[in-house]
């Protein structure tokens, strides 16, 4: 799919101030794309919900629907001249020891 042609389809996005947000709105402004927001919902757990009954689309991480990727409850879209990407930070408390998981997560 294009990005002119995602600009067209109806969006389910966090809300405003969501770092994600912001950054896709960011990208659509840089393509002069015009953002189809249908609803504005509080967090991702949500907008996956919507997604599975098949409400819209979604700017979501990745990691956060890896398992419905996994079942084929949702699938990606490959959009051909988009990219968006978000930098994260992992903290945690420096007198502290990473466990296993998160020691593999870093």
Same mark, same amino acid.
């Given at each position: #799919?294009?990005?002119?042609?995602?600009?067209?389809?109806?969006?389910? #996005?966090?809300?405003?101030?969501?770092?994600? %947000?912001?950054?896709?709105?960011?990208?659509?402004?840089?393509?002069?794309?015009?953002?189809?927001?249908?609803?504005? $919902?509080?967090?991702?757990?949500?907008?996956? %919900?919507?997604?599975?009954?098949?409400?819209?689309? @979604?700017?979501?991480?990745?990691?956060?629907? @890896?398992?419905?990727? $996994?079942?084929?409850?949702? $699938?990606?879209?490959?959009?051909?001249?988009?990219?968006?990407?978000?930098?994260?930070?992992? $903290?945690?408390?420096?007198?502290?020891?990473?466990?296993?998981? @998160?020691?593999?997560?870093?």
């Amino acid at each position: #799919m294009s990005a002119d042609g995602l600009a067209k389809a109806e969006l389910v #996005m966090r809300g405003e101030g969501s770092g994600t %947000r912001t950054v896709v709105e960011e990208a659509y402004g840089k393509h002069a794309l015009e953002l189809s927001l249908k609803l504005s $919902v509080a967090n991702t757990e949500a907008i996956k %919900r919507l997604l599975r009954l098949g409400y819209a689309v @979604a700017w979501v991480f990745r990691h956060s629907v @890896a398992d419905d990727l $996994v079942s084929g409850a949702l $699938v990606q879209l490959p959009v051909v001249d988009l990219k968006i990407e978000r930098d994260l930070n992992i $903290v945690w408390r420096k007198a502290r020891v990473l466990s296993p998981r @998160a020691r593999a997560f870093h």
